[in-house]
């Protein structure tokens, strides 16, 4: 109904979610499950009830005015995991895009912030529908309020009003508080009657109505030790009784009124779920938005129809390409806009790419032009056959350095954040999705031009706050140097040899086939092994294997849940690999082939540099840096890129555990340093340390396990994510962590230092000065606070590692242009840069390549680099 109002139990819809899904990332490392699942479920609220009003609540702390009655109340629960502990933070901002209030008070639930909400609402006779994973909240329903409680993760709800809630729980909503006050409730220690179950407490609460009546009439109870346990533990079920009561009158400072939802601005979802990777989510976005009128600047300009030397004359332009799509690569180009001192102007592509004059302007390095995305123009350019030269700024990229934070870099997003309302986003003027269409050449063409305009604002801004920040060298020594590099390995391209693509996907497919006939042999009977539905029948009951969770439709088969049946049946192992092999064919070698340019018989990805918050680049259309090497069929997929010339190889050179020698050289840990120094396996010597045996008795299993407290020590890593990686207890793996740290004092210390430095500054920094930060470092409530301290002790390990393989290949690119060498840079995937070489410079490539690379930052332990070389990316390695 459209008058309803929604209130969302914050805490327990992520709890649901978090441990109902795979522990999910996105391409920054950070942790998304729990928000994915509660996105879903809010999506399918707002598309489906159109709520006049909407509120989340969250609890505000461990503490509340419940532990004054009962110091133990929620005691001996489980530390959340820090996986989940981050996301809280995420859920705020997504809720923020969306324009919904949330809300939270000291020494409160969000129970009793969504009692006192509803019980406003229902004096006012709105109709109120709260959802929640736990039925403590169904003490709400009234007349006017239903409880929707998740069954299955998040978005399966079980409405509850006071007419369906005798038949679902055995007694009315009335007596709902005395029942869990007899039962007890050990997930929040919550003590009650010792003995007295769901059963007994319904029995006794049909019986005789109240919690009261039951004291009042204790003799006319039968059964000895029910009555004497009910007499021992009077007092706990009458304190319990005061603890599960929801305070319906909380101090709140917000009312029902003040959390009418007006809809909301799709760009802004937008932003956020590309910021973290909802990719699926974004086509249940659209037709949501609020209509808020903008007053903006009024923008005259002229459009092109001939140059004149007047219109380009001026030394410092701002200069925009449109590009239609966002693969600059393919795209058509919609129009540019120039802005300088002589006015704005709107050029159409014809004209611009047909003058002499216009391409020789673009040409031109004296003509200074301040531009959105340098590498976009430059190779979309590239690809008209005109080389761009005079670019002094980028107004992405240097947004992207001093406000990492901001998930929207593009023009639009970048002016918003400052408070710049002169220009729309794209999908205002163009639509989006199915929906994308060219209006007329008059609302594109101002769109266009208030890009531009918005630009001079923000080339002040932003070159005051790269001052400010000390980042001009990040800016204009690293990034802008990088882009033109990263355009250039974009444009030449890698080979792609097709035909082995085609081999591989024919060799797969036999050995899917086979994997098949075997799973259904163990299974002793034929079933699609691609349907859930059917796998589970044949896992949990044909075969009799351990149910481990459930969902809607039926058996979770989920990959977590088969990882723990491994060791039950033969069949769990090849149903695992038969996925993993299923997802090369359909992803990788299906997907590769989709992406080849038939014109050059190559991949042109693009390298996004103003993504991850850490500085690291990523890969798309295809993503070049995810084809997956755990599996030799995987590694294998390597082996159809090949050199675009005969007579020339492909070479890899990849930094060894540039992360960890980082580690050792912000901490400063004598015992890491000395390590490095000494060229000692690292992970033998942790191993050795936190086992306490010799080096030479570390076992492969230790080393494993040191392998992944290393690394996990540079990601953060919590018990909780320990333990999931090894297969270990949460005890076991916190036991590992903290026998590492008091091995490596100089880590700890670190560790602590930084946390203090970024609660003092707000911020933490990489060895060249890039900033993370950390605006939840100081929070009062625990869960944002420790996902910020996390952050805080990872950013500039991970941030100084991207930082330093960006100045290598700087490096390395003016190294080959001052040699006679025959090679081109065309990959990097993550520590590893990927060249082709002609076979008589290849050893000078790899000393010139080896040198550059350990020598392009100083730090006080040895960089190294392996390098090789082969016939193919695949040989190389």
Known sequence: MADEVILIDGNSVLYRAFFALPLLSNDQGVHTNAVYGFTTMLLKVLEEKKPESILVAFDAGKTTFRHETYKEYKGGRQKTPPELSEQFLIVRQLLDAFGIKHYELDQYEADDIIGTISKQASEQKKHT????????????????????ISKKGTSDLEAYTPATIPEKMGVSR??????????????????????????????????????????????????????????????????????????????????????????????????????????????????????????????????????????????????IMESWEENYHSSDIVGFSLSNETGHYFIPTDIALESTQFVDWLKNPEKKKIVSDSKAMKVALAWKGIEVEGIIFDLLLASYIVNPQNSAHDLPGVATFYGIHDTSFDEEIYGKGAKRKLPDEDVYAEHIVRKAYVGHQLYEILQNELQENEQENLFHELEMPLSIILGEMEYIGVRTDVERLKEMKDDLDLRLQEIEKRIHELAGQTFNIDSPKQLGVVLF???????????????????????????????????????????????????????VYKDTNKIHTRFNQVLTQTGRLSSVDPNLQNIPIRLEEGRKIRQAFIPSKDEWVMLAADYSQIELRVLAHISQDEKLIEAFRQGKDIHTQTASEVFNVKEDEVTSLMRRHAKAVNFGIVYGISDYGLSQSLGISRKEAGVFINTYLNSYPGVKQYMEEIVNQAKRDGYVETIMKRRRYLPEINARNFNRRSFAERTAMNSPIQGSAADVIKQAMIDVKRALEDSDIHANMLLQVHDELIFEVAKEDVDALKKLVTRAMENTVSLDVPLRVDASYGDTWYDAK
């Open 129 to 148: 529908n709260i959802i929640t994973g736990d039925k403590d909240l169904l003490q709400l329903a009234d007349d006017y309020t239903t409880v929707s």
């Open 174 to 319: 009335e007596q709902l508080i005395d029942f869990k006050a007899l039962m007890g409730d050990p997930s929040d220690n919550i003590p009650g009657v010792a003995g007295v179950g769901q059963k007994t407490a319904a029995k006794l609460l049909n019986q005789f109505d109240t919690l009261e009546n039951i004291y009042e009439n204790l003799e006319e109870i039968s059964g000895k030790k029910l009555k004497e346990n009910l007499t021992n533990h009077k007092e706990d079920a009458f304190m319990s009784k005061e603890l599960v009561t929801i305070d319906r009158n909380s101090p709140i400072e917000i009312s029902v009124d003040d959390i009418v939802y007006p809809g909301y601005e799709t760009q802004k979802v937008i932003e956020v779920f590309k910021a973290y990777g909802f990719n699926s989510l974004m086509d249940r976005i659209d037709g949501e938005a609020s209509e808020e009128p903008v007053e903006r600047a009024e923008v005259s300009f002229q459009k092109i129809s001939e140059f004149d030397d007047a219109i380009l004359s001026p030394k410092e332009n701002i200069f």
């Open 541 to 595: 009951e044909d075969l009799g294997l351990p149910v481990i969770k459930k969902t809607k439709t039926g058996y979770s088969t989920a990959a977590d849940v088969l990882e723990k049946l491994q060791h039950e049946h033969e069949i769990v192992d090849q149903i695992l690999l038969y996925r993993q092999l299923r997802k090369l064919q359909s992803t990788y070698l299906e997907g590769l082939l989709k992406v």
